[in-house]
Nanobody, 120 residues
Framework: QVQLVESGGGLVQPGGSLRLSCVAS????????MGWYRQAPGKQRELVAT???????NYADSPKGRFTISRDNTKSAIYLQMNSLKPEDTAVYYC??????????????WGQGTQVTVSS
């Protein structure tokens, strides 16, 4: 069982920046993938970015070049630095961790979400 707590969301004008944080309740293994997903009103939840314990990252096309995901293994935390924010970035952002299980489908844990609103 893993609890994830996000913070850092808020209201920002287009072109502005926000930094989201997510802290896990226990140590996350290097092999386990952590990431950020978002869900805009009326849309499906979608990938924003993922990161493994070695710092390898994967970004969706839209935030790539504007967002940066990072991970602090000692703090069991990930962060999302969001720059050049656009109105279409408005969504609830969720922290996720995939806990690998041998010979089983990985377990997926989600945070409660933090609202990001980009509006002038």
């Amino acid at each position: 069982q893993v609890q994830l707590v996000e913070s850092g969301g808020g209201l920002v004008q287009p072109g502005g920046s926000l930094r989201l944080s997510c802290v896990a309740s226990r140590n996350i293994a290097i092999i386990d993938i952590m990431g950020w997903y978002r869900q805009a009103p009326g849309k499906q939840r979608e990938l924003v970015a993922t990161i493994n314990g070695l710092g390898d990252t994967n970004y969706a096309d839209s935030p790539k070049g504007r967002f940066t995901i990072s991970r602090d293994n000692t703090k069991s935390a990930i962060y999302l630095q969001m720059n050049s924010l656009k109105p279409e970035d408005t969504a609830v952002y969720y922290c996720n961790v995939q806990i690998g299980r041998r010979n089983l489908t990985p377990l997926s844990y989600w945070g409660q979400g933090t609202q990001v609103t980009v509006s002038s």
